[in-house]
């Protein structure tokens, strides 16, 4: 059975860091490519940072210079760094795993459906 369980989320104030944790079990995690999405209330997922299973890693526009993801396949973990944030991160956070991805140049692999497993989500609320 395959999980993937996020940590790391809470209240932080603007400007603060979090560094977010995904622990995946039950798959063959260096075969995977690993992204983290958010979704706000009312809104769709959207896509955050994406850690290539052959290296590489893709961040959005929102957020590049301030995430930094990475991965550590022993571990079978894949973590967000974010630092500098705002209130417009504030959402839940959600990994993401996808055999179909091998790089997250492209729309299509930006999306959430070529993601085969997902975790429970984390929240992050950016408040002063």
């Known amino acids: 059975q395959v999980q993937l369980v996020e940590s790391g989320g809470g209240l932080v104030q603007p400007g603060g860091s979090l560094r977010l944790s995904c622990a995946a079990s039950g798959l063959t995690f260096s075969a995977y490519s690993m992204a983290w999405f958010r979704r706000a209330p009312g809104k769709e997922h959207k896509f955050v940072s994406g850690s290539n299973k052959r290296g590489g890693s893709t961040y959005s526009d929102s957020v590049v210079g301030r995430f930094t993801i990475s991965r550590d396949d022993a571990k079978n973990t894949v973590y967000l760094q974010m630092n500098n944030l705002r209130p417009e991160d504030t959402a839940t956070y959600y990994c993401?795993?996808?055999?179909?991805?091998?790089?997250?140049?492209?729309?299509?692999?930006?999306?959430?459906?070529?993601?085969?497993?997902w975790g429970q989500g984390t929240q992050v609320t950016v408040s002063s």
């Open positions: 993401a795993a996808s055999s179909r991805c091998v790089v997250y140049g492209n729309n299509y692999c930006k999306s959430p459906g070529p993601h085969d497993y």
